[in-house]
């Protein structure tokens, strides 16, 4: 028996050494992006990452089915007392889009909130999600695109990958829907893939943008799908939550 243990000890040693040893390179792109530096656009050629803010709201179950319906994948960037529509969140991530972190309350004033303050303004949206979907996001975007102060040192600190755009769709600052269309059609396909800047908020951005978009999207060859995996990360997405679940606001 003693013989027979020491043969299963030294093959198993060996299947280990006989394991591929990652290059540093290789172990930088599993860990995906760093935590707390500003991306704009995605890492790779061929895709377009549709990102919603604001949400979730009424409009976000017609978001999802469009999306669905037409194999496309987008990043929701959560805010607010997301316990009021946990079904809308619960469906997106089941249907394999992102969810990501908009902040619990939108500050106006995030690019200057003590790191205390900011880091409040993440984890009640944390224990939100975790109670909603049983996860951590480690993507977020800040409100009003704001990067200064203790934003991203604090992102650093909590793990987050901090996302921006660059496309601005404009719908929130009253753009109508054929305006959008011409700034991603100036934007065009070449180079890495987009990352615009989208709100769920309005009907004329889930009901007539998107259709559009995917459509665009197919004319030209481009995938749709999360941020995460527009950066090479499709399964960094998440973590183990840090925040004990919460359900109410």
């Given at each position: ?9 030294a ?19 599993r860990?995906g ?34 999306l669905n319906q037409?194999?496309a ?10 316990h ?7 469906a997106a991530y089941n ?10 309350s ?26 909603i ?10 409100p009003?695109?704001a ?8 992102m ?12 601005d ?12 269309e ?11 893939g ?13 009901n007539?943008l ?16 999360t941020?995460a995996?527009?950066?090479g990360?499709?399964?960094?997405a998440y973590?183990t ?9």
């Open positions: 028996m003693r013989l027979v243990s020491l043969v299963l000890s093959t198993t040693f060996l299947a280990v050494l006989a394991e591929p040893i990652p290059s540093p390179l290789e172990a930088f792109k860990a992006p760093a935590a707390g530096q500003v991306i704009t656009k995605c890492s790779q050629s061929g895709l377009l990452a549709l990102a919603f803010d604001d949400g979730p709201y009424q409009y976000t179950s017609t978001l999802v089915n469009t037409a194999g994948k987008a990043t929701f960037f959560s805010t607010g007392c997301i009021n529509q946990a079904a809308a969140v619960k249907s394999g889009h992102q969810i990501a972190s908009h902040t619990w939108h500050p106006s004033n995030f690019g200057s909130l003590s790191a205390s303050a900011v880091t409040q303004e993440m984890q009640k949206l944390e224990g939100a999600l975790n109670k979907i049983g996860k951590k996001p480690t993507y977020m975007r800040p009003y695109l990067t200064g102060g203790n934003v991203l040192s604090t650093k600190t909590l793990g987050y990958r901090v996302i921006t755009d660059d496309i769709s404009g719908d929130w600052n009253g753009l109508t829907a054929q305006q959008s011409q700034r991603f059609q100036q934007a065009g396909t070449s180079g890495n987009h990352i615009p800047l989208m709100h769920e908020v309005y009907a004329s951005t889930v007539t998107v259709p559009w978009l995917i459509t665009w999207a197919k004319q030209n060859n481009l995938r749709l799908v941020v995996e527009c950066l990360d499709a399964g960094g973590t939550p840090t925040v004990a679940a919460t359900s109410t606001c």
